[in-house]
T-cell receptor, first 115, second 111 residues
Framework: DAMVIQNPRYQVTQFGKPVTLSCSQT?????MYWYQQKSSQAPKLLFH???????NEADTPDNFQSRRPNTSFCFLDIRSPGLGDAAMYLC??????????????FGPGTRLTVL | SQQGEEDPQALSIQEGENATMNCSYK?????LQWYRQNSGRGLVHLIL?????REKHSGRLRVTLDTSKKSSSLLITASRAADTASYFC???????????FGRGTSLIVHP
């Protein structure tokens, strides 16, 4: 049973054309994250939500935005995709416990191609 | 910023052999985690080891942690072709709740 679902699995967009990636979870976790991962690289955290509190990484470009309308859903909006934004986008969730690093549950990812 | 560094970057072995991957980090940590990522998929959590633990086991996985050397190792015993994946260590840099991932070790197990 899928616990973190990402749609679509593959997304092709044109240079500069806005795109939205979606993530949903059935785990009722209070933390949701978006990562960007390029080939043979570490996942790079873009931002995360702790409940409704949005936390943006300092080096995340303004081109990337996120929305979390409720506990279960989180969206990644790329306002004007560039060729450099082609990557795998990973959504993850966790439930935060005091004094312990978040143990993250990842979705299968969305592979974004920018033409 | 990147905290853990895995070594080797790539590892190729035969089925049945053991695979050992290492992770080194720079600052003190509370916890260290290992994740697996199959090609084109999301990451899967394998094991978390706390700074006051030296060794943990989970099935065919054995993780050690040496805080004096700021290093950890992941041992997969009796490897199988299905173990082919990338393996990442993740540390809680600066006491952050959010783990920071290294670049990973790409493991290929030949049948």
């Amino acid at each position: 049973d899928a616990m973190v679902i990402q749609n679509p699995r593959y997304q092709v967009t044109q240079f500069g054309k806005p795109v939205t990636l979606s993530c949903s979870q059935t785990l009722n976790h209070n933390v949701m994250y978006w990562y960007q991962q390029k080939s043979s690289q570490a996942p790079k955290l873009l931002f995360h939500y702790y409940d409704k509190d949005f936390n943006n990484e300092a080096d995340t470009p303004d081109n990337f935005q996120s929305r979390r309308p409720n506990t279960s859903f989180c969206f990644l909006d790329i306002r004007s995709p560039g060729l450099g934004d082609a990557a795998m986008y990973l959504c993850a969730t966790s439930t935060r416990a005091t004094g312990v690093s978040d143990t993250q549950y990842f979705g299968p990812g969305t592979r974004l191609t920018v033409l | 910023s990147q905290q853990g560094e895995e070594d080797p970057q790539a590892l190729s072995i035969q089925e049945g052999e053991n695979a050992t991957m290492n992770c080194s980090y720079k600052t003190s940590i509370n916890n260290l985690q290992w994740y697996r990522q199959n090609s084109g998929r999301g990451l899967v959590h394998l094991i978390l080891i706390r700074s006051n633990e030296r060794e943990k086991h989970s099935g065919r996985l054995r993780v050690t942690l040496d805080t004096s050397k700021k290093s950890s190792s992941l041992l997969i015993t009796a490897s199988r072709a299905a173990d082919t994946a990338s393996y990442f260590c993740a540390t809680d840099e600066g006491g952050s709740y959010i783990p920071t991932f290294g670049r990973g070790t790409s493991l290929i197990v030949h049948p």
